[in-house]
C-alpha cells in the first residue's frame, strides 16, 4: 500500500528534487518538506563560484514559491526536525513550527552534511562556505583589499580561491594532504590544477598542516606563518546523521540505505550528501557529495513510494568543479587506489581491478559527456572505446 504522508526532512537539492520526483510521479498523499535554513530551497555549487561574484541570490532558488501551492507541498522553511519517534510514526520540529508533532507512513532523510571544523587553535575567527548566509558574508569580505588563506585544497577551496585571486586578493590556500583535491582526483590533474593556481599567484601550502588561526593569519604544523587578515575554513565535511542514529537506524559514514536507498527501517529513506549507499559498479558502500548523487537519490525513491517498486539505484556519479577558466568534470567514480592513465594534459582515465572506473576531463566537455554514456548503465565501460571516442 502506498504511504499517504510523506515527510521529508532537509530542504536541499536532494530533499526538494523528492517533493518534486513524488509530483511528477503521479503521488497524491500529503507532502511536507522541512529545512532548517529560511526562504525557499536554493542551489549550493555557485555558492563558490557566480555568486561570490554577482550576489545574484534570486538566480539560486531553485522553485518559486508558487510551485509550493500548485503542488500542494507544505513546505516549512526555519524549522528543524529535532527527534525522530519510530514506534509513533512522527517527527518532532522546532523554529517555526514550535514543538509541533507531524505523523509520517514514509519519511525521507536528506539532512545534507555541515562543515568539518578540525581541532585547529582560533578556528572560531574562521568563515565558512556552506550556506547561502556564508556566501553572502564572504562577499562582504571580499569588498575590500585582502589576505586570504583557505585552509583546505579540495573543490571549494579551491573555487573560491580562484575567484578571490580573480578578484585581486592575495591568496595562499593550505593542504594537509601532499597535492590538491586529493581524495577526489588523479595525481595527474592534481598537478594540473597546482601550476593553473600558482600560475594565477595562489600561493600552495600542500602538505602541511593548519594548527592555529589568529588576527594575523594561520600557523602551520612546521612552524611556518601564513600571513592573512580573512581565513576560509574549506576542510571537508562531515553528514548530518545525529538524527538517524538517535532514531537506532543504521549508520557508517552516513546513513546507511540499501540500493532501494532505504535504511534499516523500511518506513524511511535517505538521500544525498547524508547517505551511504552500495555503489553500483563496486558494491562498496560509498557517500558522495554532489547535486548528482542527490537529484538521483531523490528520484528513484519518489518512484518507489509513488509506483509501489522500482528497479535498484544505477545511476553513474558525476562531478564538476568550476575553477576559474578551467571547468573540471569527472564521469564516475575512483576509490582510493585507482591508477591513471594520461590521455593528453587534462584528460586522464582511471582504473581499479575492475576496469574502467572514470574519466576525467578539463574543459572538454564533449569528451566528459562520452565517458559518462560508456561508464553509465548499458555503456561498455570498455578504455579502447573511450579512445575511439575521443579521435572521433
Ligand atoms: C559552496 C559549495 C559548492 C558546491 N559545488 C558543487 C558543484 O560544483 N557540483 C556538485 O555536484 N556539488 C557541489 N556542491 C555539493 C552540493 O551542493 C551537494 O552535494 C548537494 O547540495 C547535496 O544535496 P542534499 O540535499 O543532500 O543536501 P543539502 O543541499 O546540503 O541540503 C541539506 C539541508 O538539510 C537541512 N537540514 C539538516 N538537518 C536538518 C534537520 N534536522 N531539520 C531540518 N532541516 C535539516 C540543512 O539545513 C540543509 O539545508 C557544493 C556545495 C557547496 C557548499
Avoid at 547561502?132 to 573560491?160: C, K, M, S, T, Y
Wanted: glycine share 10%; net charge negative; charged share 20%.
Amino acid at each position: 500500500m502506498s504511504p499517504e504522508r510523506v515527510v521529508i526532512v532537509g530542504a536541499g537539492q536532494g530533499g526538494l528534487q523528492a517533493a518534486i520526483s513524488l509530483r511528477q510521479n503521479g503521488f497524491d498523499g500529503a507532502i511536507t518538506l522541512i529545512g532548517a535554513e529560511p526562504g525557499l530551497p536554493y542551489q549550493r555549487p555557485p555558492l563558490s563560484k557566480a555568486y561570490l561574484q554577482d550576489g545574484k541570490a534570486e538566480a539560486l532558488v531553485l522553485r518559486p514559491a508558487s510551485f509550493f501551492e500548485s503542488k500542494q507541498v507544505e513546505y516549512l522553511p526555519g524549522s528543524s526536525v529535532l527527534e525522530i519517534d519510530r514506534a509513533a510514526g512522527e517527527v518532532r520540529l522546532d523554529g517555526a513550527g514550535a514543538d509541533r508533532r507531524l505523523g509520517y507512513d514514509h519519511l525521507i532523510l536528506a539532512t545534507g552534511t555541515r562543515n568539518l571544523r578540525p581541532p585547529i587553535d582560533g578556528l572560531e575567527l574562521a568563515c565558512d562556505l556552506r550556506t547561502l548566509d556564508d556566501a553572502a558574508r564572504l562577499r562582504e569580505a571580499l569588498a575590500g583589499p585582502r589576505r586570504i588563506a583557505v585552509i583546505g585544497g579540495g573543490f571549494i577551496g579551491l573555487e573560491f580561491a580562484a575567484v578571490a585571486r580573480k578578484l585581486g586578493h592575495e591568496v595562499s590556500v593550505i593542504e594537509a594532504a601532499p597535492r590538491l583535491m586529493a581524495r577526489a582526483v588523479s595525481p595527474a590533474i592534481s598537478r594540473h590544477f597546482e601550476d593553473w593556481h600558482r600560475a594565477r599567484g595562489v600561493a600552495l601550502h600542500l602538505g602541511r598542516a593548519a594548527i592555529g588561526v589568529d588576527a594575523t593569519g594561520v600557523s602551520l604544523d612546521d612552524g611556518a606563518r601564513v600571513d592573512a587578515d580573512f581565513v576560509l575554513l574549506a576542510a571537508g565535511v562531515r553528514p548530518n546523521t545525529e538524527l538517524a542514529e538517535a532514531a537506532g537506524l543504521e549508520t557508517g559514514n552516513g546513513i546507511s540505505v540499501d540500493a532501494q536507498l532505504q535504511s534499516s527501517d523500511p518506513a524511511i529513506s535517505a538521500l544525498g550528501d547524508c547517505a551511504c549507499f552500495p555503489d553500483p559498479r563496486s558494491g562498496a558502500m560509498v557517500r558522495l557529495e554532489s547535486v548528482q548523487a542527490a537529484t538521483d537519490h531523490a528520484r528513484l525513491i519518489a518512484t518507489r513510494i509513488a509506483k509501489g517498486a522500482c528497479p535498484d539505484y544505477q545511476a553513474l556519479p558525476w562531478f564538476w568543479s568550476d575553477q576559474g577558466d578551467q571547468k573540471l568534470q569527472i564521469a564516475g567514480f575512483a576509490g582510493p587506489g585507482a591508477t591513471e592513465e594520461v590521455v593528453s594534459e587534462g584528460l586522464v582515465a582511471r582504473f581499479d581491478a575492475a576496469g574502467l572506473a572514470a574519466v576525467e576531463t578539463v574543459n572538454n566537455a564533449r569528451v566528459h559527456m562520452k565517458a559518462r554514456k560508456l561508464l553509465g548503465p548499458g555503456g561498455s565501460a570498455d578504455f579502447a572505446a573511450l579512445k575511439e571516442a575521443i579521435a572521433a
